[in-house]
């Protein structure tokens, strides 16, 4: 995950909507740093940001929740391509609102200041501390992997502590002032990258040899379904399907940044299209080899209950000494991961001076995620809360389009993706979130009173004033 750019550009937390400053911020260019960024700048940095550590512990999570390898392959596929075409509504939106904040701006303009208070509320009470404590379980798992004798896994208290402690370092490194650095930021990168590639070629020489443990030593193959294994109806398939869906999309997250780095671009018209399009398509194909390669060296069961599945699959096809060395380049890459989202967390919600309270409370936040949470539940408490903003954005766009809204956009040139694309991706976003509620209403529960508490501190702020929309104002 690289460091966001000039994510400072975002409104602070609680500014008081239609204030000057909040009016000049929209405005404001920066002219000595923007336009700086090329298509191929932008396509690395929504590349990085989509390949996060998640990919490495989250195979894992998919592989419990569906009935064999093939399926499990769906739901990468199936959550890209759903990706795809929220990344697709987002080209218009970044183009229709070329200020950089992204999603912030995004429902100011289509519903009013309060939705832009409210995603930035959700987004550092639940979404960014889950992903730091997730990510401190990757930066755990690994870690004691590494230092743990064969055969006695750590006990769970070991791993929360572990998780606890990277949380709080990296809170404290950024409280001082002190941040990752493009260098380490690229290395970080190259780490990911590089384990990747090894798992996907070695996977493809396993598979051409056929001496794979897992689909190739299996009568089952990509679909079957061993008999002792118990059959579910169609409707808790779905659900289940659902929550492999959004382990897949955490992994995917990332794509909904480019608003931050759109400021940015030399040419945003011609390269924001192809930088998204772009890296879609790359995402999605090293993800889907990857995780083949995984299914054909490793046996199912391993994938359900190994949650370091690179050190499984070193460890079988290289020996200890790669288990050992992936344990380090994840836990290492975990950790980078890490730093750049309390980085994010800091830039999100107020300017760099002010950013101590907030950088420590969502400290707070997230070693209580990583005490009381597991890290399944997690990932489906992110995707509801997280899919339930990006359902709204695109709603906005249908909205934004319907009203003919007057809003600028770069050069006057209008660029409209496929009508099909935001209704798609908005109804099965909308879907997979009812069904997330269904299968665990605690957790939409929980969600609600966050963002009914964060409307109180909104009408505490700015009175009743603050809650008008764009139409009204």
């Known amino acids: 995950m690289a460091d966001p750019l000039h994510t400072d550009e975002t409104s602070p937390f609680l500014q008081r909507p239609g204030s000057a400053a909040s009016r000049d911020d929209q405005r404001h260019e920066h002219p000595a740093v923007a336009r700086k960024l090329t298509l191929v700048n932008g396509l690395a940095i929504v590349i990085s940001l989509q390949i996060g550590s998640g990919i490495f512990s989250v195979p ?41 904040g992204g999603i912030q701006e995004y429902l100011r303009a289509c519903y009013g200041e309060f939705a832009g208070f409210l995603f930035t509320w959700v987004w550092c009470i639940i979404i960014k501390p889950a992903a730091n404590s997730m990510i401190a379980t990757i930066f755990a798992d690994y870690l004691t992997e590494a230092f ?54 070695l996977g ?8 794979g443990e897992g689909v190739p030593s299996s009568e089952y193959g990509w679909f079957g379904q061993p008999p002792d294994q118990r059959e579910v109806g169609l409707w808790e398939w779905l659900g ?7 382990g897949a999309l955490w992994c995917y997250a990332g794509w909904e940044m480019v608003g931050f780095v759109l400021g940015d671009m030399k040419n945003p018209r011609r390269d924001l299209p ?17 995780n083949a390669a995984l299914y054909v060296c490793l046996p199912m069961s391993v994938m359900r209950t190994s949650s370091t599945v690179a050190v499984e699959f070193a460890n079988r096809i290289l020996g200890s000494w790669a288990g050992l060395l992936f344990s380090v380049i994840v836990s290492i890459s975990a950790m980078g991961a890490l730093n750049s989202n309390v980085f994010a967390t800091a830039k999100l919600v107020v300017v760099a001076s002010q950013r101590g309270f907030p950088l420590l409370l969502n400290c707070t936040f997230s070693v209580v995620y990583v005490v009381v949470g597991s890290f399944n539940g997690l990932v489906t408490f992110i995707g509801l809360a997280a899919y339930t903003i990006f359902f709204s954005s695109a709603v906005g766009l249908i909205i934004l389009r319907q009203r003919d809204a007057r809003v600028p956009t770069i050069k006057g040139a209008e660029y409209s993706t496929w ?28 969600i609600l009173l966050v963002a009914i508490f964060g409307a109180g501190v909104f009408y505490l702020r700015f009175g009743l004033r603050g809650f008008k929309t764009t139409e009204d104002r």
């Open 60 to 100: 894992s999570q998919i592989s419990q929740f569906v009935s064999a390898p093939g399926y499990g392959l769906l739901a990468w596929l199936f959550g890209g391509l759903l990706v795809w075409t929220g990344a697709a509504s987002f080209i218009e939106l970044g183009l229709r609102i070329p200020n950089n």
């Open 148 to 201: 743990v004798p064969d055969g006695q896994p750590p006990e769970p208290w070991v791993s929360k502590l572990i998780s606890a402690g990277c949380i709080v370092t990296m809170t404290l490194v950024n409280c001082l002032g002190a941040t990752a650095g493009a260098k380490a930021a690229n290395l970080f990168l190259f780490l990911k990258m590089a384990a990747l590639t090894v798992i996907i070629v």
């Open 204 to 211: 493809c020489g396993v598979w051409a040899f056929g001496h």
């Open 240 to 246: 289940n399907f659902g929550t492999a869906t959004f």
């Open 274 to 290: 192809i930088v998204i399009n772009g890296s879609m398509v790359i995402v999605i194909i090293g993800f889907m080899l990857m």
């Open 419 to 446: 009508l099909i694309n935001p209704i798609i991706f908005s109804a099965i976003s909308g879907l997979l979130v009812v069904r997330g509620v269904i299968s665990d209403p605690l957790q939409g529960a929980a």
